[in-house]
């Protein structure tokens, strides 16, 4: 079945794609309608966000299962204290309580992003808070991978994996932009449950080999990883035996001879997270559809300066021609 979605995600002559990466975390907090606007306005068309749901439901976008002391302060402006709290053992109200608009500089996670702004007063948004963005007639060309977190604690609990893949996708469907979604995850098992769900959108499945440590200060990507023995050159066909649309393998783990494969089996790749220039520069050497970075001026400018583009010439607004 051909997906329409994949069109926006290909290279073609003289493009690669940006993604920007949970909007675009070296400049602006993560995972805002702040950091997905300055996306936007950069001239983005593709955002990855990553999803999951409060104890009354609400689809809410943030990484990492724990709300993280090194990037969230509580009510009264302070880093949080004690035990990290469960973002889905919260409600939703409870949750809107806490700051998600800054980094704490003085640990591990903050010094990895010294050039982010510092903001108060941002609250962790709901799903709807970006799909509402996306409905206004400017944003019509701009496509999400939509990341489903799975929750390590409830690896086996298939009904909970289900629910939450059903709240997403419900609400994706009732604002319309199921033409525009690509549901992403690490978890193979619940891109199944997408599959079955929501065959109308294709399915991206996340790859990272194992001799690759997680990045400091981040919850772990994968409660299992399904590439667990594999080498690079397995992983093309491993998405491609398991149905997927996309490959979005770990920068570090892309060959030329693993992409030249993915395009053989009709997939489309799209390397995470690329933020070093050099890291970039590989990346538009070796000529993957899409880049997923949390610096898309970085990205941007490495792509000009060769006389390429992240849009066909005709998605290029004055913005984006003139700058
Ligand atoms: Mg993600």
Redesign the pocket.
Known sequence: MPFPQLSACAAAPGVIRLVG??GARGVLPENTIEGFEFALTSGLKLL???VTATRDGVVVIT?NHRLTRSMVRDATGHWLQGEEPKVSQLTYAELSEFDAGGLDGTTAYGQRFPDQSFMTGVAIPRLTDLLDLLRQREHQDVHLFL?IKSDPDLVQNSTARTALVEAVVAEVRAAHLEPRTIL?SFDWTMLEDCQRIAPDMPTSFLTQLPENDDDIGEDS?KAVNPVEGCSAMDLPDRVAAAGGQLWCPYHLDVTEQSLARARELGLTTMV?TVNESDDIQRMITLGVDAICTDYPGRAQRLLLQQGLHWLPEAARSCVTTCA
Do not use: A, I, N
């Open positions: 990466h949970r990855e966000l990553d990484h990341e992403h990507s995470w």
